[in-house]
């Protein structure tokens, strides 16, 4: 059974920084494309970063290039959001996600999801 844990949200002023986490379990980590989207409040889920199994490929929203870095650790199953220069449109629910074999930004191709971290940026 796969699970995806997210932690490390909370509220920050704007031109602060958050790290969110996201702890995996059930799965052979290494194989799976790890992603991150964000859902603020009466908007449709988006895209924000994904990383290739190897951690040497990302991707990034144009919304949060420059900002925001995404990385992981396959011993640790754990893939990470720098989150840097926060602005308050980037308040939203942030959700990671997994998908095995290769890259993509369409939600629909992710196919375990955590419950979400709340992101709170105050102007």
């Known amino acids: 059974q796969v699970q995806l844990v997210e932690s490390g949200g909370g509220l920050v002023q704007a031109g602060g920084s958050l790290r969110l986490s996201c702890a995996a379990s059930?799965?052979?980590?290494?194989?799976?494309?790890m992603g991150w989207f964000r859902q603020a409040p009466g908007k449709e889920r988006e895209f924000v970063s994904a990383i290739g199994r190897g951690g040497f490929s990302t991707y990034y929203a144009n919304s949060v290039k420059g900002r925001f870095t995404i990385s992981r650790d396959n011993a640790k199953n754990t893939v990470y959001l720098q989150m840097n220069s926060l602005k308050p449109e980037d308040t939203a629910v942030y959700y990671c996600?997994?998908?095995?074999?290769?890259?993509?930004?369409?939600?629909?191709?992710?196919?375990?999801w955590g419950q979400g971290t709340q992101v709170t940026v105050s102007s």
């Open positions: 996600a997994a998908r095995p074999g290769y890259y993509a930004t369409d939600e629909a191709d992710f196919d375990s």
């Open positions: 059930g799965l052979p980590f290494s194989s799976y494309v």
